[in-house]
């Protein structure tokens, strides 16, 4: 499982979908308590759920991860996690999964710089109130040094979509042919 970790506008969302149409990469749907977006699907970009189901979903060990973001659940199904996905997840998340040891699992963190997040945050219409908050708590909740294994740091902040995504790929696939 190839797994993105970035904070709030660093690309994870864009890489993965250039990594999903162009490298036969498949998205692992994660669930959510969050609200939808305008122009997101339930069941394509997550599984909205409410708090209460997700909860019921969590005693059941239905997931691999979990963690709150925001005052927000995300978590990814262990039925999902598989070589072929790509996830994107916080560093809780990622930490979280690393503690079951699955060796083909590749942690990427994406870096970027915070005048550019914000930037791109604007562009996307996020409210300036969120965007600031999101500012602030990205830098307590994606702290690298929190995150227990990094395979591959890629900096997003002056490259395009298809270039990281190609780098992400190869470095990937090499890490898998390792593996075999």
């Given at each position: 499982m190839l797994i993105l970790i970035?904070?709030?506008?660093?690309?994870?969302?864009?890489i993965a979908k250039e990594l999903i149409n162009n490298?036969?990469?498949?998205?692992?749907?994660?669930?959510?308590?969050r609200e939808k977006r305008e122009n997101e699907i339930n069941g394509i970009d997550y599984h909205f759920i409410s708090e209460?189901?997700?909860?019921?979903l969590k005693s059941q060990n239905f997931f691999i991860e979990t963690s709150i973001y925001n005052h927000t659940y995300y978590g990814t199904s262990f039925k999902q996690a598989k070589d072929d996905k790509v996830l994107i997840v916080d560093i809780n998340g990622a930490n979280?999964?690393?503690?079951?040891?699955?060796?083909?699992?590749?942690?990427?963190?994406?870096?970027?710089?915070?005048?550019?997040?914000?930037?791109?945050?604007?562009?996307?219409?996020?409210?300036?109130?969120?965007?600031?908050?999101?500012?602030?708590?990205d830098k307590k909740v994606f702290d690298e040094n929190l995150l227990?294994?990094?395979?591959?740091?890629?900096?997003?902040?002056?490259?395009?979509?298809?270039?990281?995504?190609?780098?992400?790929?190869?470095?990937?696939i090499k890490k898998i042919r390792e593996l075999l």
């Open positions: 970035g904070a709030s506008a660093s690309g994870k969302t864009e490298y036969n990469m498949n998205k692992m749907i994660t669930y959510t308590t209460a189901k997700f909860l019921e979280n999964i690393n503690k079951h040891n699955i060796n083909s699992n590749i942690y990427v963190y994406l870096h970027t710089l915070e005048n550019i997040r914000e930037e791109r945050m604007a562009e996307r219409n996020d409210k300036p109130s969120d965007i600031k908050k999101r500012l602030i708590m227990d294994k990094i395979d591959l740091k890629v900096d997003t902040s002056n490259h395009t979509t298809k270039e990281l995504a190609k780098t992400i790929y190869e470095f990937y």
